[in-house]
């Protein structure tokens, strides 16, 4: 649906993490009215109900998931059932009766429990600021092909985490800069470089608010069945620590997540 450049602006100042919400109803409700462009006035009048029945849409948790679906190319691993997987042990722990016990102020967005889903290291769906963020990861192996030394994998490679021993005629990775994209891979013309570990990394403690902080990355490389096994215990970790709404990252100290990594220890 087209939409007009005061709209446009309007909807851009909407908090980024209900802006989505807020303008797929603005759309719904204008298409309901027979429209087949959004104004300015069909924004405001849609935020203005959107506010104020703001209670009725919470749910306890938020669950995000990038472009990747949508036919995206920069995909390090195709996880289209994972979020259904993640959303169905978070129903299970019904986090919003938890929330309603434990807030002792009206819900509001910011109190429910956000996990992201980004299918490859760009990140779109922003899991550096949440909860739990799971990053797809394909990371790169080296064969006894020959190198040619092409350098294509230098040049597909942004994180300048490859170079080229020319003396051994092979190429080296940095794991230290490597981000696990898997743009190496496909762009290897040899065979020299190919698919290695692959799987999710992932990230915990993430927020915004007055207080924000980044997530912290647990080390290694996890698969489906470990990356739900670390979502169940986190979040009975929440549920045992939070006692008046404090965020995950406002109770996860160093020590917790130091024994999270040990356990889950690659």
């Not at 919470?58 to 990038?66: A, L, V």
């Not at 299918?119 to 040619?148: F, M, R, V, W, Y």
């Not at 570990?197 to 990355?217: D, T």
Request: proline share 4%; net charge neutral; aromatic share 6%.
């Amino acid at each position: 649906m087209k939409w007009t450049r005061e709209a446009e602006d309007t909807i851009k100042k909407v908090p980024f993490f209900v802006r989505k919400r807020v303008k797929a109803r603005v759309e719904k409700e204008a298409s309901e009215a027979g429209k087949t462009s959004v104004s300015l006035s069909d924004v405001k009048a849609t935020q203005a109900r959107y506010l104020s029945s703001m209670k009725s849409e919470i749910k306890g948790y938020q669950i995000e998931t990038c472009f990747g679906p949508s036919g995206c190319p920069n995909r390090a691993v195709i996880s289209d059932e994972l979020s259904e997987r993640i959303e169905s042990i978070v129903k299970n722990e019904d986090l919003l009766a938890f929330l309603e016990q434990t807030v002792k102020e009206d819900l509001k967005f910011h109190h429910e429990f956000r996990i992201t889903l980004a299918d490859c290291p760009n990140a779109c769906s922003q899991p550096q600021i949440k909860d739990i963020g799971i990053i797809g990861a394909c990371a790169p192996a080296l064969t006894d092909e020959a190198c040619t030394l092409c350098e294509a994998c230098v040049t597909a490679c942004k994180e300048e985490a490859i170079r080229l021993d020319r003396e051994q005629d092979c190429p080296l990775i940095d794991d230290d800069r490597c981000l696990s994209c898997g743009k190496c891979i496909s762009a290897c013309p040899t065979g020299t470089i190919v698919e290695g570990k692959k799987g999710y990394r992932i990230q915990l403690g993430g927020k915004l608010g007055r207080h924000p902080q980044l997530a912290k990355e647990l080390p290694g490389i996890y698969d489906q069945d470990q990356v739900l096994q670390i979502v169940k215990n986190c979040l009975h970790f929440y549920k045992e620590n939070s006692k008046h709404g404090e965020r995950f990252g406002q109770i996860l100290t160093p020590a917790n997540f130091d024994a999270i990594a040990a356990r889950y220890k690659r």
